[in-house]
């Protein structure tokens, strides 16, 4: 449970810019208030202490504004970002890597008992103000859209957006799946963008990308063939740019440039 809760914390640095530190994270996020108190009723309500673990997650409620019943199943690295007005019904199951927005419901179509509440897979974002009810499965790094309702089940990947909710994207072609593993590789976020956007910038981000998709599988084969001729490989390994060193070597230089500003 404490190894939970400690990648709960960790996982807000990696969700929200706005997070300086741990101290802060700790003692003004609603959302990891409402994870610690559910790791603790979850574990009691598994104890039969049923009671006990309903009243702290009522308290929660009161606490934090989000409402998550402790039977309802969580996995690793949990976010709730802002949180006000979350619902999380009892029979709810999230797989890891997930994200709610404030106003989410994950509820119930029905008063029958058994499984009533949708079951997320992994990498799930879940807009603003989304409902998504009944005993659906919404797969692995799907994104449900500010304000949808999701009435149906989604296969993982896909994008949902309205009322009912609907899937908006389409299948990525081998040469975007290709972009979107370089652009990761690079640090840049290309989700959400379309290469049939009529956008100067993306246009030319992504004829960068394929540049240096083709480039690195040509380097690629050059090496294997040196080798393969009794030369010595070249390691091929690169740095990340998020490790770049910004300033230069040369010690005047970088005087120079400091002079500058």
């Known amino acids: 449970m404490f190894e ?4 709960d914390i960790n996982c807000v640095f990696e969700r929200d810019p706005a997070a300086r ?7 003004t996020y609603p959302g990891l208030h409402a994870m610690l108190f559910y790791r603790m009723t979850h574990f009691l309500w598994h104890k039969n202490w049923k009671w006990l673990a309903r009243w702290l997650s009522g308290f929660a409620r009161w606490f934090t504004g989000i409402e998550i019943h402790p039977a309802a199943k969580i996995g690793n690295r949990f976010f709730i970002d802002h949180g006000m007005g979350v619902v999380i019904g009892e029979t709810a199951e999230i797989g890891d890597d997930c994200t709610l ?4 419901t994950l509820g119930g179509t029905s008063w029958k008992e058994g499984k009533r509440h949708p079951t997320l897979g992994n990498g799930v974002v879940v807009g603003a103000g989304a409902k998504v009810l009944g005993p659906i499965e919404i ?6 859209g500010s304000n949808a309702v999701v009435l149906k089940s989604i296969s993982e990947g896909h994008t949902v957006v309205g009322i009912p909710g609907r899937v908006v994207d389409r299948e990525r072609t081998e040469k975007e799946k290709r972009r979107q593993k370089m652009a990761e590789k690079m640090g840049f ?3 959400g963008i379309s290469p049939d ?14 540049h240096i998709q083709v480039q690195d599988e040509k380097l690629d084969a050059l090496n294997k063939e040196v080798k393969r001729l009794g030369g010595h490989a070249v390691d091929m390994e690169m740095p990340s740019l998020q490790e770049a060193v910004l300033e230069p070597e040369d010690p005047k ?3 120079h440039l400091h002079s500058k500003d």
Do not use: C, W
Not at 139 to 144: I, P, Q, T
Not at 199 to 208: R, V
């Open 253 to 255: 230089q970088a005087a």
């Open 139 to 144: 797969g692995d790094n799907v994104r449900v």
């Open 21 to 27: 530190n741990k101290f802060e994270v700790l003692t």
């Open 189 to 191: 976020d290309a989700y």
């Open 101 to 104: 927005y404030h106003g989410v």
């Open 197 to 210: 956007m009529e956008d100067p910038i993306e246009k030319a981000i992504y004829s960068l990308l394929d």
């Open 4 to 7: 939970r809760i400690k990648s």
